[in-house]
């Protein structure tokens, strides 16, 4: 078998919250171990964590976010272009279960010279069957966890254990990587209030009855809100304060 990687491979994916320039080095051991400890649990070897690919995003580079597969393997595939319509993630489309592959669920369903190098290629290095299944995150972002190796298809109790621990790691992932999110001022309790009833439609005259203000001191709350947001208007204020959870 070809020489593995000895560290983890990091992404950033638009804005994600699992990124390389805030990973250290102490992090980068630790997740690699429960990523790693994930593949052993399913009974493969190799992991991947990748962004679910989007119309506006589907390169494989731009969304991977860790891996341990061989450098070599990892360039070769994401030169192919080929993992936004790979028979995985086709699957995965159309199922919340996970899916299990004895062949080269990477590659296109073309049976074209490309397939066929592709299979090769992951045959090569012992990426021979693939058990994968999607998670998503608190804000809805959604993400592929795939191991692969020689390993059999996991039972039904081995595959509840598997996706568990998973989203146990991606909880993990997420809140170190966005605990030190969020504004550098803190909102009152009025400009937050204000902020929740703005994002259910209401108007600074509808607020001001429903917290029995002034419509004048409901801008004034708004405003205030926007600032400490960095917001020029009220709908980006308000889709930051969710993207803070303050709302």
């Known amino acids: 078998m070809k020489e593995r990687n000895s560290a983890i491979r990091w992404g950033a994916v638009d804005g ?6 805030s990973t250290d080095e ?3 051991n630790a997740h690699l171990e429960s990523l790693t400890g994930l593949a052993q649990l399913a009974g493969f070897e190799y ?6 690919p989007r119309g506006d995003k589907t390169g494989f580079s731009g969304n991977c976010l860790a891996s341990n597969w061989p450098q070599e393997l990892l360039d ?24 299990f ?5 990477f590659g296109s369903a073309a049976a074209n010279q490309e397939s066929a190098r592709l299979n090769s290629a992951f045959h090569g290095h012992g990426l021979s069957s693939t058990v ?9 972002q959604q993400y592929i966890f795939a191991f692969s190796g020689r390993g059999l298809a996991p039972s039904r109790k081995q595959s509840a254990d598997l996706h568990y621990k998973s ?16 504004p550098a001022e803190r909102l009152t309790r009025r400009e937050i209030e204000c902020l929740r009833w703005s994002a259910a439609g209401k108007s600074s005259e509808e607020i001001a009855i429903i917290l029995e203000l002034s419509t004048h001191t409901v ?29």
Do not use: W
């Open 16 to 21: 994600s919250l699992l990124s390389a320039q």
């Open 26 to 28: 102490s992090e980068t």
């Open 47 to 52: 992991f991947l964590l990748a962004a679910f």
């Open 76 to 99: 070769f595939y994401s030169g192919c272009d080929v993992f936004h319509h790979s028979k995985l993630v086709a699957s995965l489309k159309n199922t919340i279960l996970p899916v």
């Open 101 to 105: 592959s004895d062949g080269v669920p």
């Open 132 to 140: 994968a299944f999607t998670l998503h995150d608190a804000d809805l």
């Open 167 to 182: 989203a146990e790691v991606l909880e993990n992932l997420v809140f170190e990587k966005g605990k030190d999110l969020g």
């Open 219 to 247: 801008a004034g709350y708004l405003k205030s809100a926007m600032r400490k947001l960095d917001s020029v208007n009220r709908m980006q204020a308000v889709a930051r304060a969710y993207r803070y959870r303050l709302l």
